[in-house]
């Protein structure tokens, strides 16, 4: 009975092992002590797109790069010798596919004895890529020549959670002045009132805006900015956040400014020229019509 309910037991724990092994999502492998194959799982097998006959008795340095084996037998020798370790490597596939790995190596014991080492491999290749990605847009927001700030839609007045150095520029604000605040300290006393109602409803509604809206900067000098907003979703479509995109357009209104002045005045004496009274009159006709 006793021998009958340890074999049980073995068999139950041998299973155990067996299902960790096999059903891991990531990739699980055991070394012998010259670092030759002996398992390989089957999320081991898809990384690297071979079947596990064909790297059992094979070196793990079959998979791995010649400018990454030397680091890689360091850490292999030190599993090997009772320290567990834990590092980055980037290996290629079957087909030279580069894979970024975060690897676990322990040594195996048994009776005492280090026997082999067991590995456990996790795939970041998707996250060093996605990781790649964002640098590469924050290095481009951060140089873009537009203000662009994020705001979190998700707390009570959205306050300001990144602005970029553009945005320090045109406004005179620095980081520290504006995050964990809203943009509505830019308003000023010729701000357009109908203009800050239109950007109210859009961030109540969680829509996007654009309109041109006469803002301050720190220093209380006022510029023309063409603002852009739009509410940014998660993936439940949930808006977490709203991004501004601002442009300092001072000098192109100040031109249609001059522009229109020179076509309703004299250009000698600057009183209002013909076209300046026919669109005048024309005004307070249609005015009276509509009384």
Excluded at 62 to 72: F, I, K, L, N, S
Excluded at 188 to 215: Q, W
Aim: proline share 3%; charged share 25%.
């Amino acid at each position: 009975y006793e021998y009958a309910r340890e074999r049980l037991r073995r068999e139950h724990n041998e299973q155990h092992y067996r299902s960790l092994f096999v059903h891991n999502p990531d990739a699980v492998f055991t070394l012998d002590l010259e670092g030759r194959f002996v398992q390989l799982n089957r999320a081991g097998c898809q990384i690297i797109q071979y079947e596990e006959h064909e790297v059992v008795g094979q070196n793990y340095e079959m998979v791995v790069p010649e400018d990454e084996q030397a680091d890689t037998r360091k850490h292999f020798e030190a599993a090997r010798a009772g320290q567990p370790q834990q590092y980055e490597i980037t290996i290629h596939n079957r087909q030279g596919d580069k894979i970024f790995l975060d690897i676990t190596n322990m040594p195996i014991y048994v009776n005492g004895e280090i026997t082999g080492v067991h590995g456990q491999a996790r795939n970041r290749t998707l996250e060093r890529r996605n990781e790649d990605w964002l640098k590469i847009l924050e290095r481009g927001i951060e140089a873009s020549s537009n203000g662009i700030t994020i705001a979190d839609a998700t707390a009570s007045g959205f306050p300001l959670v990144y602005v970029n150095p553009a945005f320090q520029r045109i406004t005179g604000y620095s980081r520290d002045d504006v995050l964990g605040q809203n943009c509505w300290q830019l308003r000023g006393p010729d701000t357009n009132e109908k203009a800050l109602d239109t950007i109210r409803e859009a961030l109540a509604d969680f829509r996007e805006v654009h309109t041109s809206i006469l803002n301050y900067r720190k220093d209380g000098k006022a510029f023309w900015n063409d603002l852009y907003i739009a509410p940014v979703r998660n993936h439940r479509d949930q808006v977490t956040h709203f991004i501004g995109v601002q442009n300092d357009i001072t000098n192109r209104v100040h031109e249609e400014e001059a522009l229109a002045f020179q076509a309703s005045h004299d250009s000698l004496t600057g009183l209002p020229n013909r076209v300046y009274l026919e669109a005048h009159l024309g005004g307070i006709c249609q005015s009276q019509i509509e009384q």
